[in-house]
């Protein structure tokens, strides 16, 4: 099994940036499809990006996209998330999780993922 640990998230202000990572250890993530995740207080848990296990065709949901990236370093067995242009609406605790598939399709259900980092909270101040 793969174990994952999520790391950089803290207060920020309102249009700047944060890069959260996703270490993993256990199984070389290379093997496995990537997403992050966010649940905001009071909020349901929502797909936010997602990169196959091949690097290529990333998916981002609307609210993030061209704010956004993800990235892996499989060399590094570590998935990345830059967040640019933080807004408040982005204040949530994030989560990676990891799914051995053969697709590159990503999945934005959460079920559909078997393992999970801690999450790392990220507040973003007006």
């Known amino acids: 099994q793969v174990q994952l640990v999520t790391s950089g998230g803290r207060l920020i202000q309102a249009g700047g940036s944060l890069r959260l990572s996703c270490a993993a250890s256990?199984?070389?993530?290379?093997?496995?499809?990537v997403a992050w995740f966010r649940q905001g207080p009071g909020k349901e848990r929502e797909f936010v990006a997602g990169?196959?296990?091949?690097?290529?065709?990333?998916n981002y949901a609307d609210p993030v996209k061209g704010r956004f990236t993800i990235s892996r370093d499989n060399a590094k067995n570590t998935v990345y998330l830059q967040m640019n242009s933080l807004k408040p609406e982005d204040t949530a605790v994030y989560y990676c999780?990891?799914?051995?598939?053969?697709?590159?399709?990503?999945?934005?259900?959460?079920?559909?993922?078997?393992?999970w980092g801690q999450g790392t909270q990220v507040t973003v101040s007006s």
């Open positions: 990169i196959p296990q091949s690097g290529g065709s990333t």
């Open positions: 256990g199984r070389t993530i290379s093997n496995y499809a």
């Open positions: 999780a990891a799914r051995r598939t053969i697709f590159s399709l990503i999945v934005v259900d959460s079920t559909a993922y078997d393992f």
